[in-house]
């Protein structure tokens, strides 16, 4: 039986479009996953490299962690790293006393540390007496002036922070042994000043030594008491009594002495009152002391009147 073939039957039109849209939407889903999933895989990636604060870190870097110390603990570490660079107070002392032991002796400077020294004093001094009534030698500090604390030389009292001492050293101070209670008396008042205090000595006989060579103020320091000392025990009498020289050395000083302490156991040329009084334009006052003698009684008192200062008979000293 011959015939021509049977041709295929074309599916519904609409049956092809409505899989032909499924097709193309499945195909442009999957493309929109696709991108999303390679943006998430890039994004974890990158922080993961990166870190959290968008910076490339060290390679091999370990990750921080959190350690917790308890109370007792913390409070140890604490003390023992505050401890390392703290000197001990041995090796601070060693370290002054070096620097003090560098300090030269021969003229006075301000040191910075010393230790204390003591004094021996040698004589006793009796039967005192002074204008205003005083009767007896005092071994007390006057009221100080200017938070110095004040001072005390043969028992004569004054006020102040500076002090000077004009003492004679001429030859007749060589017997009763007079020489030996004015390096006492001397060494006494320096000893007892204040540190805060300052002192000068002009010896005199017929020239004006000061102290040492110390021709400024000196600070009543321990170091320089001891200083002070052993040149106390250097005073040798010998020579006339000449002290105006001593006195301009004194009115020169700067600052001014708030006091002055003049004592001699001889006559001087009664001239030597009216220079004094005459240089002694701010009116320092002299507290004049005639030793074992009143020759001289007329002119110390004179000064003393002129200088708003006192006057002092000390008859002599006790075997």
Known sequence: ???SPVAAVPPP?????LIFRLARRALLVGLVLSILFHLVGLAVSSRIMYGLGG????VGEQPVGLALTRGPELGELMASSIEVGLPS?????????????????????????SNAGGLE???????AGNVSGGDSLGEGLGAGGGGGGG??????????????????????????????ALRAQLSKSIQNLVETSYFAVFAFSDLSTPLGNARDWVQALEERKRWARKQITALTPQGG?????????????????DAIYFMTDGEFDPLVADEVARMNT????????????????ALLKKMANQSRGSYTYVPGVTP
Do not use: N
Request: hydrophobic share 30%.
């Open 1 to 3: 039986m011959g015939g």
């Open 13 to 17: 039109e609409g049956m092809s479009s």
């Open 55 to 58: 910076k490339p870190g060290p």
């Open 89 to 113: 107070s041995g090796d601070l002392s060693s370290e002054q006393k070096r620097s003090t032991s560098d300090q030269p002796l021969d003229v006075p400077r301000d040191p910075t540390l």
């Open 121 to 127: 004093a040698s004589g006793a001094l009796s039967g």
């Open 151 to 180: 001072a005390s030389f043969f028992g004569v009292e004054a006020q102040g922070s500076r002090f000077v001492f004009v003492v004679d050293i001429s030859g007749s101070m060589s017997v009763g042994g007079k020489i030996e």
């Open 241 to 257: 009594t000449q002290p105006l020289d001593a006195f301009r050395s004194a009115l020169k000083l700067r600052p001014r002495p």
């Open 282 to 297: 701010s009116r320092i006052p002299i507290h004049c002391i005639a030793f074992t003698t009143r020759d001289s009684e």
